[in-house]
């Protein structure tokens, strides 16, 4: 048993963060009903009690706000904007209580500031430990490589991504790990003539590999395959490709992602059913990973609201406006309900056609991206002149 399923997460405060506890020790991870819901409301209130109490910034957003009482009351829940930590610091926890300080950009730019807690951490890490076992990606015996299109770690880098990508090695064993952006003593540059070489080793290896990342890399590194006459590599049709992050920073470039997920097919030969997409980011550190139908479904720890772009009311399924995610885990910071700048729109789980009971969202671009930089803007950066 992986021991991110295995190892105890503990809340700060088991008497004031009870149902908090409760909540998120549910296992099931794709599970919305009257149970859960009944269980979210509780820590919703929890969670909000408790940023009040420890963050003035909080007391003062929360201050007329009375208790969620049902599912639809979500729609009074107050949200910050993702924006706002990129301007600020907010705990709600002691600084000697963190265990991690994430970023969301690279070296320059504006960047989130999150801070994590034990517990916040932990959580976090259960919840995609979860959904890997829901989805049986745990393999806690065969040995795989991986190629992660992350930074190579070094010293004092906080880049939330980089953290992630060093956390998804931990749900197999690793014959190896290569990483696409290269840690060259100055810097992290784009590597792809060594993502070309380990892919190369990969396949004459047999062993399954498993790419977690960035998609502008790999489409890149595809790219680069081609123009060098490299022809289609027989990758172990094991191997999972895991996209996090996006091309912001490279629209141009973009590639249509049914034709990327046909083109890594093609060259690699990875099955289409072993590609993923995820979306995530440091403000709000729930995993949204597609299912085989390539649809980011809702886990059972968070709720999702999309609200107008115009108006910022709450918009009905079908409908595009702006992200608004909701989770009562978070303790060190009162990030519990984050609006986000992305555009997308809410869809009810039979519209999906998986068995996968909860809704499920689509990105459809991200709303004002001159000064919003993110992890993939930072990375795409390392693309200029590489590619």
Known sequence: MNRHLTDPAVVPDPVALQAVQRFCDVTDAYRHDAGTDALFLEAMNESNAWHAARSPFAASLLRDVAPLESISDLVRQPFVHANFFKMHEVLSVPREDVAVHATSSGTTGQKSQMFWDAWTLRAGQRMVARIYDHYGWIDGTDPVH??????????????????????????????????????????????????????????????????????????????????????????????????????????????????????????????????????????????YLECENHH?????????????????????????????????????????????????????????????????????????????????VAAAELLKDKA
């Open 146 to 287: 991986y190629l992660l299109y992350t930074n190579q770690p070094q010293p004092g880098l906080k880049l939330g991504s980089s953290f992630t990508g060093q956390f998804m090695t931990d749900f197999a064993p690793a014959a190896s790990v290569d990483y696409g952006l290269a840690h060259t003593g100055t810097g992290h540059e784009f590597d792809a003539f060594g993502a070309i070489r380990a892919l190369q080793r990969f396949a004459e290896d047999g062993l399954p590999m498993r790419v977690f990342g960035f998609p502008a890399f790999l489409s890149f590194t595809l790219d680069r395959m081609r123009a060098m006459g490299i022809g289609p590599l027989q990758l172990s049709p094991q191997s999972l490709i895991l996209f996090g992050g996006g091309w912001k920073g490279h629209a141009d470039k973009q590639v249509p992602k049914a034709e990327l997920y046909r083109r890594i097919h093609e060259q690699l030969g990875v099955p289409d059913g072993r590609i993923r997409d995820g979306f995530g980011s440091v403000e709000h550190s729930i995993p």
């Open 296 to 376: 980011l479904h809702v886990p059972t720890w968070s709720r999702v609201l999309v609200r107008s772009v115009r108006t910022l009311a709450p918009l009905d399924f079908g409908e595009r406006g702006y992200l608004q995610f909701v989770s009562p885990y978070i303790t060190s910071a009162p990030a519990q309900s984050v609006l986000m700048g992305d555009l997308a729109s809410l869809h009810p789980p039979e519209e999906c056609g998986c068995a996968t009971p909860t809704p499920w969202f689509v990105v459809h671009g991200r709303a004002g991206v001159s000064r919003n930089r993110s992890c993939a």
